[in-house]
Structure formats: C-alpha cells, structure tokens
C-alpha cells in the first residue's frame, strides 16, 4: 500500500529552527508537496521538490532524497504565526496526490 | 477575487436531509477535486475532474455524488448522509498538463455536522 508518515505534533520555540519530516512508500514518485493549513483554514501550497536537494524560500527550505523515500521542511527564524498544521503529499505514478496526515507545530514564546 | 471559493461555511443536516456543497474557482485551472478532511487523518480524495474526466475514489459512498457542470464549477451533493460523514469538506483546483502536475489551490472548506 501507499505511505505517507510524519511526526503528529512537534513544539519549537519562537526565533528558532524546526525541521519536519516526512516518508513515503508511494507506487512511483512524480514530486513532494508540502502545504501549511492554520487551523479552521485552507491548506495553503508551500514547496514543492521533484529533484533531490534542497529547495529554499525564504525562511522555509524543503529537501528530498528520492533515494530514502524521505523529504524535510526546515522553518527558520520561527514566528508565532507559523503555528499550524503542515501537509506532506506525494504525487505517485498514476498523478495522484497521496497524503499524511499532517504535523502540528505549536510555537511557544 | 479570491481564487477557489466554497458555499456554504457551515452546514448542519439531519440523516434524511439532502444538500449540496459548491465550489467555485475562478483561476483558470482545468481540474477540480472534493476532498474530506477529518481530524488526525490524511485528506481522503472523495472526486477529481480532470480535462473534462471525472476519476472517482470507489471506497467513496453513493449518499455522496459530484456534480461538474464546466471547468469553473463543482458540487457535491448529499443525501442520507450518516454522523460519520461530518468532516470539512475542501474543494481544490489545479492545473494539469500532459507532462507535470501543478499545485493545489484549496476552498476554505465546508465544516459539515450530521445529526
């Protein structure tokens, strides 16, 4: 069957660095998507890694190994603001989006 | 405008109701997507319409069926639904090619609670 895993929830402090991550066994590999949903909202795109290396943007950088069926998000410089939920989801061999369940980060001052 | 949006916010049915939920994307995108989220699990893909094909979910239930009249609009509509379908319903849309996938861009969901 097809996997996604990642830690449910995750506490950081605000102006440090988190790092998420996240595994998959999926039927093909066409991509990894992270996405960050703030509670009672939509889930909001945030990166996305075909190639493996590293992706930055900002504060938020997301790597991939295809290799280790394994990809990251590194926040930096955390801010109260980015507590929330955060997606990651794979699009397999048929172009479908497989996804976990989420990480909850809470930001404590 | 805002990119994808979803009528109405919050629903509260009885078992032996019928509604529907609609979703509008006013971006452009030839694919649209039902999803429902409940709490601590993955997003379940319920519907896809995709270049004018619907791809369905079969572990979907038929008290649910989709309906996508053209590229811009999407409903789900409900009927004798059970407590365990309440949930947020999100609806998204997305460009798709021939070669690549492109993000998703999510509703700001429908919260539905069955009585």
């Known amino acids: 069957g097809q996997n996604i895993d990642q830690p449910t929830e995750m506490t950081a402090t605000e102006g440090a660095i988190v790092q998420i991550n996240c595994t998959y066994q999926?039927?093909?590999?066409?991509?990894l998507f992270w996405y960050q949903q703030h509670a009672g909202e939509a889930p909001t795109f945030l990166s996305y890694?075909?190639l493996d290396g590293l992706e930055e943007k900002g504060r938020f950088s997301s790597f991939l190994s295809r290799s280790k069926g394994y990809s990251y998000l590194l926040l930096k410089e955390l801010q109260m603001k980015d507590s929330a939920s955060y997606l990651c989801?794979?699009?397999?061999?048929?172009?479908?989006?497989?996804w976990g369940a989420g990480t909850k980060l809470i930001i404590k001052p | 405008e805002t990119g994808v949006t979803q009528t109405p916010r919050h629903l509260v049915m009885g078992m032996t109701n019928k509604k529907s939920l609609k979703c509008e994307q006013h971006?452009?995108?030839?694919?649209m997507y039902w999803y429902k989220q409940s709490a601590k699990k993955p997003l379940e893909l319920m519907f896809v319409?995709?270049?004018?094909?619907?791809?369905e979910n079969n572990s979907v239930p038929s008290r649910f069926s989709p309906e996508c009249p053209n590229s811009s609009h999407l409903f789900l509509h409900l009927h004798t639904l059970q407590p365990e379908d309440s949930a947020l319903y999100l609806c998204?849309?997305?460009?798709?090619?021939?070669?690549?996938?492109?993000?998703?861009?999510f509703g700001p969901g429908t919260r539905l609670t069955v009585t």
């Open positions: 998204a849309s997305s460009q798709e090619g021939q070669e690549r996938s492109y993000e998703q861009y």
């Open positions: 971006l452009g995108h030839n694919a």
């Open positions: 319409y995709s270049l004018e094909e619907r791809v």
């Open positions: 999926t039927s093909g590999f066409n991509g």
């Open positions: 890694n075909v």
């Open positions: 989801a794979v699009r397999d061999s048929n172009y479908q989006l497989i």
